[in-house]
């Protein structure tokens, strides 16, 4: 079974300040898909990050970037220099990387606050 | 590209009745899949559909049914309503397998069971 954690429920911070949330999952596949998706007050899923189990290289986009750590099973992401548009709920998710399953496992999200 | 689109997107109903969503991919996606958001449980998957065939399936009773057309739009139905069906239902398309392997989210469905 997979299973997904994000032990952040709610995080505030000032603008300007950076952030960083927490993502740690479990499963018995070798290989698998990573995800970052924010979910606005609007409600919609927006996807942010896929990172391959087999590529283990951090990403930075923008403000935003990634740390993936096959060892500890984690998948960090770290805002920099937060803005008050980074206000959302976040939510990490694992996939099986087998062709004709697509199932997304979720975690709980974490909600973020930027304070303005 | 337009995006995935939902239908509609807020729903009120009563116990015991029966409710169908409408869910429109990507052009060019093939794969559909339903989840399910509640304070309580979280994002959960319902299922998921690809070439009008289901794939796979979550954990949840068999009031939850749907189907997918050949122009790969999806409907769920929910029979007989429970109060506890109240939630956000979230459509996600993607084209499948390998590198394609990201779904994109529509907007949802707020349904409110009364």
């Known amino acids: 079974a997979q299973k997904v954690t994000q032990a952040q429920t709610e995080i505030s911070v000032v603008e300007k300040e950076d952030v960083t949330l927490d993502c740690v999952y479990e499963?018995?596949?070798?290989?698998?898909?990573l995800f970052w998706y924010k979910q606005p007050p609007s409600g919609e899923l927006v996807f942010l990050i896929r990172r391959n189990s087999f590529d283990e290289q951090n990403e930075i986009s923008g403000r935003y970037s990634w740390n993936f750590q096959k060892s500890t099973s984690s998948f960090n992401f770290t805002i920099t220099a937060s803005q008050v548009v980074d206000s959302a709920v976040y939510f990490c998710?694992?996939?099986?990387?087998?062709?004709?399953?697509?199932?997304?496992?979720f975690g709980t999200g974490t909600r973020l606050t930027i304070i303005p | 590209k337009a995006g995935v689109t939902q239908t509609p997107r807020y729903l009120i109903k009563t116990r015991g009745q029966q409710v169908t969503l409408s869910c429109s991919p990507i052009s060019g996606h093939r794969s559909v899949s339903w989840y399910q958001q509640t304070p309580g449980q979280g994002l959960q998957f319902l299922f998921e559909y690809f070439s009008e065939t289901q794939r796979n399936k979550g954990n949840f009773p068999g009031r939850f049914s749907g189907r997918q057309f050949s122009n790969s739009r999806s409907e769920m139905n929910v029979s007989t309503l429970e109060l506890g069906d109240s939630a956000l239902y979230l459509c996600?398309?993607?084209?499948?397998?390998?590198?394609?392997?990201?779904?994109?989210f529509g907007p949802g469905t707020r349904l409110l069971v009364l």
């Open positions: 998710a694992l996939s099986r990387f087998t062709f004709g399953n697509e199932k997304l496992t």
């Open positions: 996600a398309s993607s084209l499948s397998g390998g590198e394609r392997k990201t779904q994109y």
């Open positions: 499963t018995r596949d070798t290989t698998y898909y």
